[in-house]
T-cell receptor, first 116, second 115 residues
Framework: DTGVSQNPRHKITKRGQNVTFRCDPI?????LYWYRQTLGQGPEFLTY????????KSRLLSDRFSAERPKGSFSTLEIQRTEQGDSAMYLC??????????????FGNGTRLTVT | GQQLNQSPQSMFIQEGEDVSMNCTSS?????WLWYKQDPGEGPVLLIA?????ELTSNGRLTAQFGITRKDSFLNISASIPSDVGIYFC???????????????FGQGTILTVHP
């Protein structure tokens, strides 16, 4: 499977615990995005990496959230001191380098987080 | 966060019927995309539109990029049961500058097809 891979698929945690999700983008895709999707809504942008550089962060990304992409390949999203409001599907997407026209984003199957 | 206005919110149709859904924005986008999402899965790209006025087909799906660059529609002809799912529109600004190609999504249209 050469698509975007996310692990774990599901995570149940207790309030206050830390969680970390991993995303492996499509090979040679230098752009990587994290989105959050709550029930009944479309995905909302969280953050963007171009290679290893984190170039944009949404206001949705509170200081309890941190994302990394140390070698410009896989990325991790960590949530510290989880709250019930963090319960959502966390989606990762990647796109290839392309000048001129935009490149559509290819999404993984997400990590569903439930905070109890 | 900002989202596009997508309508209708849900549709219940009979197999074989045609379907139409649309998306509007107060902002201009350079690219419009349509995705389908099945339960527990990530969105899958259906159609990408790059030019104002562009009409693009993908099998039974047809989508158009509005000439004002603030809207788009998706049509599905002769619906089948596997068309069931949530359809999302998404707008994308040009990747240069500070937009970085990120997507702004609509709220989704839930499609149910009765056999």
């Amino acid at each position: 499977d050469t698509g975007v891979s996310q692990n774990p698929r599901h995570k149940i945690t207790k309030r206050g615990q830390n969680v970390t999700f991993r995303c492996d983008p499509i090979s040679e895709h230098n752009r990587l995005y994290w989105y959050r999707q709550t029930l009944g809504q479309g995905p909302e942008f969280l953050t963007y990496f171009q290679n290893e550089a984190q170039l944009e962060k949404s206001r949705l990304l509170s200081d309890r959230f941190s994302a990394e992409r140390p070698k410009g390949s896989f990325s991790t999203l960590e949530i510290q001191r989880t709250e019930q409001g963090d319960s959502a599907m966390y989606l990762c997407a990647s796109s290839p380098p392309r000048t001129g026209l935009n490149s559509p984003l290819h999404f993984g199957n997400g990590t569903r987080l439930t905070v109890t | 966060g900002q989202q596009l206005n997508q309508s209708p919110q849900s549709m219940f149709i009979q197999e074989g019927e045609d379907v139409s859904m649309n998306c509007t924005s107060s902002s201009i986008f350079n690219t419009w995309l349509w995705y389908k999402q099945d339960p527990g899965e990530g969105p899958v790209l259906l159609i990408a539109l790059y030019k104002a006025g562009e009409l693009t087909s993908n099998g039974r799906l047809t989508a158009q990029f509005g000439i004002t660059r603030k809207d788009s529609f998706l049509n599905i002809s002769a619906s089948i049961p596997s068309d069931v799912g949530i359809y999302f529109c998404a707008g994308q600004l040009r990747a240069g500058g500070t937009s970085y190609g990120k997507l702004t999504f609509g709220q989704g249209t839930i499609l149910t097809v009765h056999p």
